[in-house]
């Protein structure tokens, strides 16, 4: 039997909150299996392996403290483990028509009255199977979620026993990064990183002392500008340069996403040039972009975009139990930068930049404490984020080897990261089974073909890895 209602923390009433006109927070993806599986034998395997988070049997409830994981007395998996058929336009084919279908369920609401998650299985497709995942943001990040689709696979490790503590008594919720993080940061971090007020302080405060009445009230409303004013970190940063892709939202969705890239090809070439993996990646995503952009008539020389980058914040063991743990960097990406080299340069410097900076942790604060406002406060805080960026940019890591799922091969998965504020740029970088793909969900009314620029992707790589092969071999006599 589901445990009793419990207190959302405030990261995930922020993202539960964060829904508008144009962008859902949904987290998108697709498995594409082979042979195909039956309806009978998903909803088999959701009852029994999936339904043993607690959370997946809980309705999210907003009330005047925020919001409650709330059991769903009426729980059906018919609402939530269902059929879809794909409806092939003229012309289209099947994996265009899927495309098609996800971008739709990216902008469709999940049911507000049931657990925010729904499977649709498109029984026939390609040969196989596709599995269509749709899950709230609130309920979980990246990291923890592809621990827990993880968990569902042919042999996949279940959540330990106690998966899930005992509902706490409201203002007294333990959370293991409030006190490793937050509490620091109201001293020493907070000084270091240079903001200056006691807006900040006041506020990131709360977290560690959330016995506050504030909620809704004048005085937290106040508070509440006062960050937004006071998080000097983001606010002072520039804009990123204007182009195509950033522009008034229509709040249609468009997908698309690449074939796998060998990741021994990639490792080579980082190794090659000195660069990480990621290096590379994002020095193929900038160059894609750039070059879409040229075609599109848009001179993309001197110009950048900042993407703002997750980044995890809690231990890879602990990702089973579910919430939003990860702070946010912000990422310049030199789309201007014609010469591959050099642009795969300019994108390690600006990592190297990131390393050991406090953003991260400022963001979790600043999302941690808009959880606590009324919505309209909690909008102008997070604004800060979506006027910066163009792009929200995640890279997940999955299984080196290919994942059986109820008897078939799970043979190429992707998902398509949900985009806050005004941003109409999402882009997901997916490691599986030996290849690296490449996702893009795009606002239809910036980016009308995201396929345009997935398929710029693999050529850029493929300009970095002759370019690479070019260069003196390390030892080789120069002359």
């Not at 997946?56 to 403290?65: G, I, Q, S």
């Not at 490790?157 to 919720?173: C, L, V, Y």
């Not at 604060?365 to 940019?393: E, H, N, R, W, Y």
Request: glycine share 10%; hydrophobic share 45%; charged share 20%.
């Amino acid at each position: 039997m589901p445990h009793a209602a419990e207190r959302m923390s405030r990261v995930d009433t922020a993202w539960l909150r964060m829904d508008n006109e144009v962008n859902l927070m949904l987290i998108v993806g697709i498995w594409l299996l082979t042979p195909a599986i039956t309806l009978e034998a998903l909803r088999e395997r959701i009852a029994d392996k999936l339904l043993k988070y607690e959370r997946f049997r809980h309705k999210a409830v907003v009330d005047a403290m925020g919001a409650q994981w709330v059991p769903d007395e009426d729980f059906d998996l018919a609402h939530h483990v269902a059929t879809t058929r794909l409806r092939r336009r003229r012309g289209e084919t099947e994996r265009q028509a899927l495309q098609r279908l996800c971008g739709e369920l990216a902008t469709t609401p999940l049911d507000p009255a049931r657990p925010l998650w729904q499977f649709l299985l498109v029984e026939h497709y390609e040969g196989g199977s596709a599995l269509v995942a749709r899950i709230h943001h609130c309920i979980g990040d990246g990291i923890a979620l592809m621990s827990v689709m993880m968990s569902i696979t042919d042999g996949g490790s279940e959540p330990p026993k106690r998966h899930r503590r005992a509902a706490q008594p409201e203002g007294t919720e333990p959370d293991w990064l409030a006190d490793a993080v937050i509490k620091p940061l109201t001293d020493l971090t907070v000084r270091a990183i240079g903001m200056y007020g006691g807006g900040v302080a006041k506020s990131i405060d709360m977290l560690a002392n959330p016995q506050q009445p504030l909620l809704g009230s004048v005085d937290m409303a106040r508070t509440g500008v006062k960050v937004a004013g006071d998080v000097a970190a983001l606010a002072l940063m520039p804009d990123d340069s204007p182009t195509l892709l950033k522009g008034k939202l229509q709040g249609r969705k468009v997908v698309a996403w690449s074939e796998p890239v060998p990741l021994e090809r990639i490792k080579a070439v980082g190794k090659g040039l000195g660069c990480t993996i990621n290096d590379v990646l994002l020095s193929c995503v900038a160059g894609a972009i750039g070059a879409y952009l040229q075609a599109q008539g848009q001179d993309p020389a001197g110009k950048e975009i900042r993407a703002m980058v997750p980044v995890n914040l809690r231990p890879l063991e602990k990702a089973w139990q579910l919430g939003n743990r990860f702070g946010l960097a912000p990422l310049v990406l030199p789309i201007g930068i014609a010469s591959p080299l050099r642009r795969v340069h300019a994108v390690r410097q600006r990592m190297d930049d990131l390393k050991g900076s406090y953003q991260p942790l400022l963001a979790f604060a600043v999302l941690s404490v808009s959880g606590l406002f009324i919505k309209p406060v909690q909008d102008a805080i997070l604004g800060l984020f979506a006027k910066k960026a163009t792009a929200v940019m995640t890279n997940v890591p999955g299984p080196v080897q290919p994942l059986q799922f109820c008897g078939s091969t799970l043979r190429q998965s992707m998902f398509w990261v949900p985009a806050t504020g005004e941003i109409g740029v999402g882009v997901s970088i997916l490691s599986y089974g030996g290849g690296v793909q490449f996702g893009l969900i795009t606002d239809q009314r910036l980016c009308p073909d995201p396929q345009a620029i997935i398929d710029r992707f693999e050529p850029e790589f493929e300009k970095l890895l002759y370019l690479s092969l070019m260069l003196p071999w390390a030892g080789q006599a120069e002359g």
